[in-house]
């Protein structure tokens, strides 16, 4: 599901651990078969509606309505049932053998996917205090390392921090989260998670004698530092892994001793924890999909307690950041779909005995329904406004002066582009640093001088075997069921473009959900693919965040089938303008996107040769309305809840397990991470295990199941790279583009 909120599956640290433990251990004993594995039948009536003593919903069905599930069984939240491991063995070794004639492809793909990696390499070092901190890669080694060096000293040495290569020795998978360096420099904070499950502990590392103490077991990954190094925070997950309960520990105390500043009661939320770019507040910020709400500490006031900025309000989402004299908000407030920007005086809300007045919040520009407003970064004589507008990433530079509030938007060199953050650790700076990037130009980390007005690219990322000049892309537009036009971005090699008519290879992705867009960037790992002649198309479908809020909003809830409709009308109007046929288009996508992926075939099967659905979100009907299953009642606010009789009906018509038909599917690679606490691994199994008993071609779906990964695959960078090297082989093979 979504990247950073969606299902899963909710395991104890030590009972995760045990889990992990038990199925590494064991050996792959599967014969390896050209007859696909077979799930046993062993059907289960599901309920749908009000089920006595647990949680449905605020308006459940009644009388309770039932669905019969044949492999609801597969579903082990402790992943050591060994009938169900050995049955995910089977399918690896199924999937292995089915694609042996690829082996040297996917060799060849890996090493050209490393040729476009330069593998030893070094980030632009930002300021903070009186270092320089940056990353670096070593050729050979998967995992960064954390460096700094002396700010004033241009020949001063280089001091390792961190080597998460070291970290990860004997770890099947390694996940660093947060970094974090104190107020004084003395200490680095990080989490690191070895499970995959996304749960993680922090650790502290002393910089001036290296010694290492695990301090916190068992939290969301986020860490910040108080006002000095004596205290940080953090966040600990429930027994569903939702982000509920933010904790004040002091270092040098056990984590029996720490503080509990707030606990998230409504399972509908989760929390967030950040530090203001001024450095003066501490924030925790409430957030359902729909409806937010930020209570704020002021560090420097040791009698402080947390004040609620603005209570919260159903449909009502705001962000908050601190500026000079005033907090700077991000709302939706008042009907305003895109959101806009206000601000309210600090004092109007510290040491006030309640949140301040709506009237006391003022607009700071004018309400824009063509422009997205999405956040705000703070310095000290200025700020930086992030947004959308025109399908694209923008900036704007921001201020106040005597004549009021002003703003001017950062020009950029390409039409089609996509803006990044990058390191802004100073809020006295006079300069902003972001990335830009675009279908055709590798990363940059640009900085933007306000003083002097001029940006500059600090360093583009390096891109061996890679010309620009021999690629181009453009934005086209279909049109959906209800005239709505949709952008496609495509990417193709020019000198292998067909004349105009005359159709090629193509290769559709999309996603649709959680007002996430998918940016035209750039991505080397699409370029086997653009060598070989295929073009790479992006669909900005409804559901996605391309357009802003209401390009959202039009596809969620009882409009959901949209961003379905959406990716179909993508795909007839590049068979429909000749530029591919279904015989040559393949498509893609990933978690929720994977949904779109099922909903799509199930519908229109007949417009692709070959899909990939990543870690597929396709078990709509029984995640969602079963509340013990981590993150599902969050979810409500994203899909509506099947437990109410409005959304069981609307849901059940796109689910892809329940609407699997008796049909001819195009070929289908699906992949899934036994820890994945997004899309547990049941998921894509059973959905495979359906696919396969209903559909009435000999084409072939294959599961890929990484029995050491989570929902984000590989944290191994060259692993990474060899899992999509068997992708592409597999998309390439489906193109007939292997020599």
């Known amino acids: 599901m979504q990247a950073n909120s969606g299902v899963g599956l909710g395991l104890t640290v030590g009972f995760a651990s ?168 003395k200490f680095l904070a990080y989490s690191v998670d070895f499970t995959a499950y996304e749960t993680y502990d922090i650790y502290i590392k002393d910089l001036t004698t290296s010694a290492v103490t695990k301090i916190i077991q068992g939290c969301d990954g986020s860490i910040v530092w108080g006002a000095d190094a004596s205290t940080l925070f953090y966040v600990t997950q429930d027994g569903a892994h939702r982000s509920h309960k933010v904790w004040k520990h002091t270092l040098g105390t056990p984590q029996a001793s720490d503080m509990a500043l707030f606990t998230e009661v409504d399972e509908m939320f989760s929390v967030g924890a950040y530090k203001t770019t001024s450095g003066r507040f501490f924030a925790i910020a409430s957030m359902s999909k729909v409806t937010s709400e930020i209570r704020v500490l002021d560090l420097r006031d040791p009698a402080a307690t947390l004040t ?141 001088n306000v003083a002097t007005k001029q940006t500059a690219v600090l360093k583009e990322t390096p891109v061996p075997h890679y010309d620009r000049t021999l690629y181009d892309c453009e934005r086209i537009e279909a049109t959906a069921t209800d005239g709505t036009a949709i952008p496609i971005s495509i990417i193709y090699r020019k000198d292998h473009k067909t004349p105009t008519g005359v159709p090629q290879a193509l290769h559709l992705y999309g996603y649709g959900s959680y007002e996430a867009s998918i940016e035209p960037n750039f991505r080397t790992t699409i370029l086997p693919l653009l060598d070989r002649g295929v073009i790479y198309a992006i669909a900005h479908i409804r559901g996605g965040g391309e357009n802003g809020r209401t390009w959202y909003e039009s596809a969620k809830y009882l409009t959901k089938m949209n961003t379905f409709t959406d990716f179909i009308a993508c795909a007839e109007h590049l068979v429909a303008s000749k530029m591919t046929t279904p015989a040559q288009m393949t498509c893609e996508g990933r978690s929720a996107g994977g949904l779109l992926m099922g909903a799509v075939l199930n519908r229109r099967p007949d417009l692709f040769t070959a899909a990939i659905a990543g870690v597929p979100f396709v078990d709509v009907m029984n995640t969602i309305s079963d509340a013990t299953i981590p993150l599902t009642t969050g979810e409500w606010a ?85 899992e999509k090297a068997v992708e592409l082989a597999f998309l390439l093979d489906q193109h007939h583009l292997l020599q």
């Open 638 to 722: 994203e899909w509506g809840n099947p437990n109410e009789l409005q959304f069981f009906a609307y849901m059940l018509q796109y689910s892809p397990y329940e609407n699997v038909k008796a049909q001819a599917y195009p070929n289908m690679l699906v992949t899934g991470g036994l820890f994945d606490p997004r899309v547990p691994y049941w998921e894509p199994t059973k959905w495979v295990a359906r696919l396969r008993d209903m559909k009435t071609d000999d084409n072939q779906v294959l599961l890929k199941m990484d029995l050491d990964a989570g929902h984000f695959s590989a944290s191994d960078r060259y692993h990474f790279l060899k």
């Open 308 to 448: 609620v900025v603005a209570p919260r309000v159903q449909g009502v989402k705001y962000t908050l950041q601190h500026w000079d004299k005033h907090f700077l908000i991000t709302t939706n407030r008042d009907g305003d779909v895109n959101f806009k920007l206000m601000s309210v005086p600090v004092d109007a809300v510290i040491g006030t005995a309640s949140a301040a007045a709506a009237a006391a919040w003022t607009l700071v520009f004018p309400y824009d329904s063509n422009v997205k407003v999405a956040f705000v970064i703070p310095f000290k004589t200025f700020f930086v406004l992030g947004g959308r507008q025109h399908g694209l990433t923008q900036r704007w530079i921001c201020g106040r002066n005597d004549d009021g509030w002003h703003k001017t938007q950062l020009a950029m060199p390409e039409p089609m582009y996509s803006l990044g953050v990058a390191t802004n650790a100073e809020y006295d700076a006079m300069a902003y640093r972001f990335t830009y990037s675009s279908l055709t130009t590798p990363v940059q980390t640009v900085e933007y």
């Open 18 to 185: 045990l889990a992990i433990n038990y199925i590494r251990r064991r050996a792959l004993t599967s014969t390896v078969t050209l007859t696909p594995p077979v799930l046993p039948k062993r059907p289960k009536m599901v309920p749908f509606g009000k089920v006595p003593g647990e949680n449905r919903g605020e308006q459940p069905m009644e009388p309770i309505v039932y669905l019969e599930d044949p492999y609801y069984y597969v579903r082990d939240d402790s992943r050591t049932n060994e009938e169900i491991l050995d049955h995910l063995r089977a399918e690896n070794a199924y999937t292995k053998a089915a694609l042996s004639h690829l082996e040297k492809p996917q060799d060849d793909l890996y090493k050209e996917l490393l040729g476009h990696v330069q593998e030893t390499d070094q980030m632009v070092p930002y300021p903070h205090g009186d270092y320089l901190y940056y990353t670096r890669t070593e050729e050979g080694k998967a995992y960064r390392i954390h460096c700094r060096k002396p700010r004033h000293d241009a020949n001063g040495a280089e001091e390792i921090l961190l080597d998460v290569n070291q970290l990860a020795e004997g770890q099947a998978h390694c996940d660093l989260d947060s970094v974090e360096p104190s107020p004084d420099h």
